[in-house]
């Protein structure tokens, strides 16, 4: 007995040792990337017939509703030098490079009637520039940039827009499904409805919530599965490819011990999240019963003749739930959440945050970034990896974005120390089984921060945006995720010698 409590004492003390040793490594096959978005990084936004989408018209609004009255017209000119992008992916050592395709520079209006040849041929060059590298071209169908023709329609909230999206993922898997085998579907559900149809902070700026986000949560879940669904019987056989979401994901945690603060954090993961994965990563698929409750309970109160949350049918249920080949995980930070019985004062009705009935808070004792929203949390990625290996059956999950944003400058201590932390979370993760096959870091390089333009940098690399020619710089953090990538391992205490870098001048 004494012997076996022994053993399992320096087993014990040996997994700590390992866990806390400033060098752990990456299991065998772990994948790393990085990723960008055709609107944040192409410009070329009226080039080579290239329509018109709802970023354009946004971005050419007056007066600006972007914080810096920039745009995505040039960018990081990726259109033209996509070329010099590829090189960076290489000297980082990627396996894969996540890029989106602009709906509109491949179908100007929207719609099939007219295929633009010069778009088609950007994208080829770029795939065939990645494969040429021994890098995996990670295609994203749609990330924001919806054609403008088509948001005339009423762009998500109409639901022809699953017809829509079908017929153009299906020009995509026509030319370039010979040579990409990964494949995500919807960049982010929750910041097209919520962000784009409940709020004003990103384009359309419908800002009908309560509603609008709801309708357009079922059009983009149906959307995405019928692209699965598209992708499974008639292209996978021939182009074995994988194909799934990224769904962006905040840990909220209670902000007390209370019974009503857990259950609170809870509802706000499931309004946040779970609308979104439970109907494709549950068992029983639909929306999370916590959603289905709030919103019909309060559409009652309010006079509602029923929920305005619109419902699944069987038949959609079925068709949705497991159309995912796996779980598209973009994190970046977490928040506090409380329930608070003044609420009903506190927001509008009906709303989305009134729907949740919480209160959302920060804690300041976390490290801030450069956008408002995002502080450094670790620990908050780790419950979050553990809860989705809980909820959904230990699925097969990618990082699909993850990183850190600064005002600006090439020694960037504050993004090592976040990528550091998240990646120490993930391996703790890993260690408790969590399924999770790869990484991506967001972003290859600094880009159009949506509302917020150029104001805040997420780039592993640099972008002059004052330069002609856009002038790409490796950050420290570059260095750092290329030591990662060569070793497979996270090494703590791994310092670049690099003079040029502590030498230039921050830009
Ligand atoms: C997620 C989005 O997919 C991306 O477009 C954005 O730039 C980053 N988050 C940082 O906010």
Redesign the pocket.
């Known amino acids: 007995m004494a012997r076996t409590l022994l053993v399992c004492f320096v087993l014990i003390s040996l997994e700590c040792i390992w866990c806390k040793s400033s060098i752990r490594r990456f299991p065998d096959g772990f994948q790393f990337g990085a990723s960008t978005?055709a609107y944040?990084v192409e410009g070329g936004w009226s080039e080579d017939g290239k329509g018109l989408s709802i970023w354009d018209v946004a971005t050419h609004m007056q007066p600006s509703p972007i914080k810096d009255g920039s745009s995505g017209d040039i960018a990081a000119n990726s259109y033209h030098l996509y070329k010099r992008d590829v090189e960076i992916a290489k000297e980082l050592g990627l396996d894969f490079y996540r890029f989106s395709v602009s709906w509109t520079r491949i179908l100007p209006n929207g719609l099939t009637n007219k295929i633009n040849k010069l778009g088609i041929a950007y994208y080829n060059g770029l795939i065939d520039e990645l494969l040429r590298n021994n890098i995996k071209p990670f295609l994203t169908i749609y990330?924001?940039d919806l054609p403008y023709e088509l948001q005339k329609l009423g762009g998500w909230v109409n639901p022809l827009v699953t017809e829509w999206f079908v017929d153009y993922a299906k020009v995509l898997f026509d030319n370039f499904g010979d040579r990409v085998q990964l494949w995500v579907t919807i960049?982010?559900p929750k910041?097209i409805c919520y962000e784009g149809y409940g709020d004003v902070s990103k384009a359309p700026f419908i800002n009908a919530t309560g509603i609008g986000e709801y309708i357009c949560a079922k059009n983009v879940l149906l959307a995405h599965a019928k692209v699965y669904h598209l992708y499974n019987d008639h292209y996978r056989q021939l182009q074995n490819g994988s194909i799934g979401i990224s769904i962006?994901c905040t840990w909220f945690d209670p902000a007390s011990d209370t019974f009503d603060d857990q259950q609170g954090a809870r509802d706000a993961r499931r309004f946040d999240w779970g609308i979104y994965a439970h109907p494709i990563f549950s068992k029983d698929g639909d929306f999370p019963i916590e959603v289905k409750r709030n919103i019909a309970y309060k559409s009652a109160e309010q006079g509602y003749s029923k929920s305005r949350l619109p419902v699944l049918s069987n038949s959609e249920i079925t068709f949705i739930r497991g159309s995912s080949d796996f779980f598209g995980v973009?994190t970046?930070t977490s928040k506090l959440a409380y329930r608070d019985a003044s609420l009903d004062e506190m927001y509008p009705a009906p709303s989305y945050s009134d729907d949740i009935g919480v209160v959302i808070t920060k804690d300041p004792s976390w490290p801030q970034g450069q956008?408002n929203w995002l502080q450094e949390v670790p620990w908050g990625f780790y419950k979050l990896l553990m809860e989705i290996k809980d909820l959904y059956e230990n699925p097969l999950v990618f990082i699909t974005?993850n990183?850190w944003?600064t005002a600006g400058g090439l020694l960037d201590d504050d993004r090592v120390r976040y990528y550091r932390n998240y990646l120490t979370a993930l391996l703790d993760a890993l260690n408790q089984g969590c399924n999770v096959k790869g990484y991506t870091a967001?972003?290859l390089i600094d880009?159009f921060?949506?509302k917020q333009g150029y104001t805040e940098k997420?780039g592993l690399y640099q972008v002059d945006f004052t330069s002609p020619d856009l002038t790409r710089r490796p950050r420290k953090s570059a260095y750092i995720y290329k030591e990662i990538i060569r070793s497979k391992q996270l090494d703590l205490n791994f310092e670049p010698a690099l003079e040029e870098v502590y030498e230039s001048p921050d830009v």
């Open positions: 978005a944040q990330h924001w960049n982010e910041q962006s973009n970046y956008s974005e990183g944003s967001w972003s880009n921060e949506w997420f």
